[in-house]
């Protein structure tokens, strides 16, 4: 993100003509996210990846009940189209009955449950301000850019207090590079879709990410999807569809 700002003087302009209440607004976003960031992956690691993904997924229902809110218009089609991609997270994110045990497979869920909620309410109400106040003005690449230097200098101080141990071997190494990596553009792409002004809609789709998470973990997690998982999977796919013909 460094290296793209540096190569682009139109941001430079725009860095230099927005108002500083985009930039609060950038700031906040990127302390929202950030905090959404972090208990999404630990609530990745005390839980189950195929339950706490589609729960922070949700984040579309925040953004779109604050949008709607404060005035952004939406046709009844779109809103039954993301009343569905909703409704299919929330399948999703049910575990079958006979997957509960009691020795782990219950108390492993409920554990990741709290994180992923905060999750996805951070990122709803960050995505929302970020659309809302700070897109307009800033555009697309330079909340990204905010968010990614507050998040890494939070990160740095966070590693000085607590000293982890951060020794990652060739093949981890690999796996956080590109996971960062595509974590980028899958941000940069959901910023560019805020500046066009659809918040509610752009966060419906990009909720496709549950579903598509979901899908990786059974298939290369060996996490067991259910009927009602599955059925949850289509309706996601289902809406996603209404709102694009919307």
Same mark, same amino acid.
């Given at each position: 993100?460094?290296?793209?700002?540096?190569?682009?003087?139109?941001?430079?302009?725009?860095?230099?003509?927005?108002?500083?209440?985009?930039?609060?607004?950038?700031?906040?976003?990127?302390?929202?996210?950030?905090?959404?960031?972090?208990?999404?992956?630990?609530?990745?690691?005390?839980?189950?990846? &195929?339950? *706490?993904? /589609?729960?922070?997924?949700? $984040? @579309?229902?925040? +953004?779109?009940? #604050?949008?709607?809110?404060?005035?952004?218009?939406?046709?009844?089609?779109?809103?039954?189209?993301?009343?569905?991609?909703?409704?299919?997270?929330?399948?999703?994110?049910?575990?079958?009955?006979?997957?509960?045990?009691?020795?782990?497979?219950?108390?492993?869920?409920?554990?990741?449950?709290?994180?992923?909620?905060?999750?996805?309410?951070?990122?709803?109400?960050?995505?929302?301000?970020?659309?809302?106040?700070?897109?307009?003005?800033? &555009?697309? *690449?330079? /909340?990204?850019?905010?968010? $990614? @230097?507050?998040? +890494?200098?939070? #990160?740095l101080v966070a590693a000085l207090v607590?000293?982890?141990?951060?020794?990652?071997?060739?093949?981890?190494?690999?796996?956080?590079?590109?996971?960062?990596?595509?974590?980028?553009?899958?941000?940069?792409?959901?910023?560019?879709?805020?500046?066009?002004?659809?918040?509610?809609?752009?966060?419906?789709?990009?909720?496709?990410?549950?579903?598509?998470?979901?899908?990786?973990?059974?298939?290369?997690?060996?996490?067991?999807?259910?009927?009602?998982?599955?059925?949850?999977?289509?309706?996601?796919?289902?809406?996603?569809?209404?709102?694009?013909?919307?």
């Open positions: 993100m460094g290296l793209w700002l540096v190569c682009s003087p139109s941001d430079w302009q725009v860095a230099h003509d927005a108002r500083s209440g985009a930039w609060i607004a950038a700031i906040v976003a990127a302390l929202t996210g950030f905090i959404a960031t972090c208990a999404l992956y630990r609530g990745m690691q005390v839980g189950r990846v &195929g339950v *706490v993904a /589609p729960i922070a997924g949700a $984040y @579309g229902a925040v +953004t779109a009940i #604050l949008s709607w809110a404060t005035g952004e218009p939406v046709t009844y089609p779109a809103m039954i189209g993301i009343g569905i991609i909703i409704a299919g997270a929330v399948l999703v994110s049910e575990a079958a009955p006979e997957e509960h045990t009691p020795q782990s497979g219950a108390s492993s869920e409920k554990s990741g449950v709290p994180w992923a909620v905060l999750s996805g309410v951070g990122f709803g109400a960050g995505f929302w301000v970020q659309g809302r106040f700070a897109a307009p003005q800033l &555009g697309a *690449v330079l /909340p990204v850019g905010v968010y $990614y @230097g507050i998040s +890494t200098s939070l #990160l607590l000293r982890p141990a951060l020794k990652l071997n060739w093949q981890d190494a690999k796996v956080v590079t590109g996971t960062g990596t595509v974590a980028v553009l899958g941000f940069v792409a959901l910023s560019l879709g805020l500046t066009t002004g659809h918040i509610a809609l752009v966060t419906a789709l990009s909720s496709l990410q549950s579903a598509v998470t979901v899908g990786l973990a059974g298939l290369f997690a060996g996490e067991r999807l259910s009927t009602r998982q599955w059925v949850g999977v289509a309706a996601v796919v289902i809406g996603l569809a209404v709102v694009r013909l919307s």
